[in-house]
């Protein structure tokens, strides 16, 4: 695990990346997305910032307060209604025109909820839609920005080993190591879709097209990320009586729990960490094991500590039939 310590000494020093790191961060106005966005913001010099998301009020509030704390950046509100392919299309559109690179994409959106399938317009599940489709959207529609920023050659003045201003990576956070086998013919769960199997799906449809990707675009880092147990805005799906009983265990969770801002912190050294390198970066020191037991292979399953926190089993069993190359052929069919 990395101590918290180790996690605000690589956040103090994120400001050797030297200015203009571009950031969008896809439910940045609340929850753990907000709080990474501040950190980020804190501590780095003259950011552009993305916070991506429906509510312009809340944005709005977040924006002056990071004004105040850093006049040098610059932080914008993208309105999307995350659940939609089509508004992240447009979203994707809006920072493509103002930025030709993207170091750093954040994606929180998503929704407790209890009800059943509950289709979009576009015939998506809005859960698996936030939680796994746009999330793969926003990152196939980025690729470009993120990869030039990935293959930037220059390097940054500091003597911290490990840290290049072409920092290019993107974080997921649902639930590394809930990973669990694929219904592999009803991927998007059209006739046996349930919470459960909504979740399982998610969470391993994610793993594996981390891994996809991380072959498929080695200039770039991804990490799939569990929070642990944070309270933040989900529960706002729910009604007045499911609220308040959750209410009542996160009551009692509460020794267990991680802070919301220290969830800030350690996804922002997600987020950030050389240990974490793209797979072209070779032999880096200090590198994390990815998802595949290798060290520095790109794509990394984090615990709310920063240690791994794969499924080992079930995504050793998927990989012998490579299912992950199903799993990313589904999904860009899909999307």
Not at 23 to 33: K, M, P, Q, R
Not at 84 to 109: G, H, P, W, Y
């Amino acid at each position: 695990m990395a101590s918290l310590e180790t996690v605000l000494n690589n956040n103090v020093n994120l400001k050797d990346y030297g200015p203009g790191l571009v950031a969008v961060f896809v439910g940045g106005t609340s929850g753990i997305g907000e709080v990474t966005a501040r950190a980020l913001v804190r501590d780095t010099v003259s950011p552009r910032v993305y916070l991506v998301g429906r509510n312009e009020k809340q944005a709005s509030k977040i924006i002056e307060e990071l004004r105040q704390v850093n006049p040098d950046g610059q932080i914008s509100f993208v309105h999307c209604d995350a659940a939609r392919l089509k508004s992240v299309d447009e979203a994707c559109k809006t920072i493509q025109e103002k930025e030709e690179k993207v170091n750093l994409l954040f994606m929180t959106a998503g929704i407790l909820t209890t009800k059943g399938p509950d289709e979009t317009d576009e015939g998506l599940d809005k859960k698996l839609s936030l939680h796994y489709y746009s999330r793969m959207r926003f990152l196939t529609n980025l690729m470009p920005q993120l990869t030039k920023a990935g293959t930037a050659a220059e390097a940054s003045t500091s003597a911290q080993p490990g840290l290049y201003r072409n920092l290019s990576r993107v974080v997921s956070v649902l639930e590394a190591g809930g990973e669990a086998p694929l219904i592999l013919d009803d991927l998007s769960l059209q006739k046996n879709y349930s919470l459960r199997n909504c979740a399982k799906h998610a969470i391993t449809m994610t793993s594996l097209s981390m891994e996809q990707l991380a072959s498929m675009y080695p200039a770039t880092s991804f990490v799939h990320a569990y929070p642990g147990a944070v309270k933040t805005g989900l529960m706002r799906e729910f009604g007045a009586i499911t609220r308040t009983a959750m209410s009542a265990l996160l009551v009692l969770a509460r020794p267990w729990m991680v802070p919301l801002d220290e969830s800030g912190e350690r996804h922002l050294y997600a987020a950030t960490s050389p240990r974490f390198p793209p797979k072209a970066s070779k032999d880096v020191e200090g590198a994390a094991p990815g998802s595949d037991g290798i060290k520095g292979s790109g794509a990394y399953l984090l615990h709310w500590d920063g240690s791994d926190n794969g499924n080992k089993k079930p995504l050793q069993e998927l990989r012998k039939n490579d299912t992950g190359k199903l799993v990313w052929q589904h999904t860009m069919g899909g999307i």
